[in-house]
C-alpha cells in the first residue's frame, strides 16, 4: 500500500496565482486533514473532512478552499497566493475512530 | 480550545544519554494521546500512542511515554538515545470521542551528538 500520497512534491508560486494540491490514501479512511507546518509553529490545521461530502475549517483555514472528491481524494486550492502562505503542506487520513493519523511526504511551497 | 504545550523548543544531548521531553495539554475531558517524530526532510511518523488502560505506553525505537492524568501530562522517555534519534518530536492529542482532529504542540528538535 501506497498510504498516503500528495502532488507536487514542491512548488514556486507568484503571489496571486492559483494551485491545487493534491492528496489521495488508499487505506480506506473516513478521515482525511490538511495542516501547515512552519518554523516554530508545529503543525496548524487548515482544514479537515470527517466523512465523505463533509469538510470543516480548521485553525487556520483564511485563504484556502478544499474538496473532498471523494473517500480517496481530498484537494487543497489555493485561489490567489500570498506569501504568507509560503509554508510546508501535509496531508494526513485516519480510520475515524482511533484518531490516529497517517501522514503523506508533504509539499512544499514558496510564494514569492 | 485545547492547547498542547511542549516545554522545550531544542534540547542537544550526547549519545548514550537519557532523554525526556515535557509534554502539557489543556483539556478537562478524556484524551487520546500521540507522539510524533519527523526526521530531517521526511513527513511524520507515529511513535506511540495512548487511549486507555496502562498509563506507560511503549513505542517503535524504544521509546515509552507516561500518560498523569493529574498533571494533564504525556512525557516522553528514552533511557539512551542514538544520532540517528536526531529529529522534530510532536506531542499531540484529541478528544476521545473518535473522529476529532489532533491538536499539536510546537515540537522539539533533538540534536543528538557523538
Known amino acids: 500500500n501506497a498510504g498516503v500520497t500528495q502532488t507536487p512534491k514542491f512548488q514556486v508560486l507568484k503571489t496571486g496565482q492559483s494551485m491545487t494540491l493534491q492528496c489521495a490514501q488508499d487505506m480506506n479512511h473516513n478521515s482525511m486533514y490538511w495542516y501547515r507546518q512552519d518554523p516554530g509553529m508545529g503543525l496548524r490545521l487548515i482544514y479537515y473532512?470527517?466523512?465523505?461530502?463533509?469538510?470543516d475549517k480548521g485553525e487556520v483555514p483564511n485563504g484556502y478552499n478544499v474538496s473532498r472528491l471523494n473517500k480517496r481524494e481530498f484537494s487543497l486550492r489555493l485561489e490567489s497566493a500570498a506569501p504568507s502562505q509560503t509554508s510546508v503542506y501535509f496531508c494526513?487520513?485516519?480510520?475515524?475512530?482511533?484518531?490516529?493519523?497517517?501522514f503523506g511526504p508533504g509539499t512544499r511551497l514558496t510564494v514569492l | 480550545a485545547q492547547s498542547v504545550s511542549q516545554h522545550n523548543h531544542h534540547v542537544i544531548l550526547s549519545e548514550a544519554a537519557s532523554l525526556e521531553l515535557g509534554c502539557n495539554y489543556s483539556?478537562?475531558?478524556?484524551?487520546?494521546l500521540f507522539w510524533y517524530v519527523q526526521y530531517p526532510g521526511q513527513h511524520l511518523q507515529l511513535l506511540l500512542k495512548y487511549f486507555s488502560g496502562d498509563p506507560l505506553v511503549k513505542g517503535i525505537k524504544g521509546f515509552e511515554a507516561e500518560f498523569i492524568k493529574s498533571k494533564f501530562s504525556f512525557n516522553l522517555r528514552k533511557p539512551s538515545v542514538q544520532w540517528s534519534d536526531t529529529a522534530e518530536y510532536f506531542c499531540?492529542?484529541?478528544?476521545?470521542?473518535?473522529?476529532?482532529?489532533?491538536?499539536f504542540g510546537k515540537g522539539t528538535r533533538l540534536s543528538v551528538i557523538a
Open positions: 483539556y478537562g475531558g478524556t484524551v487520546n
Open positions: 473532512s470527517a466523512s465523505e461530502g463533509t469538510t
Open positions: 499531540a492529542v484529541s478528544r476521545s470521542s473518535g473522529n476529532t482532529p489532533l491538536v
Open positions: 494526513a487520513s485516519s480510520d475515524g475512530y482511533t484518531d490516529t493519523q497517517y
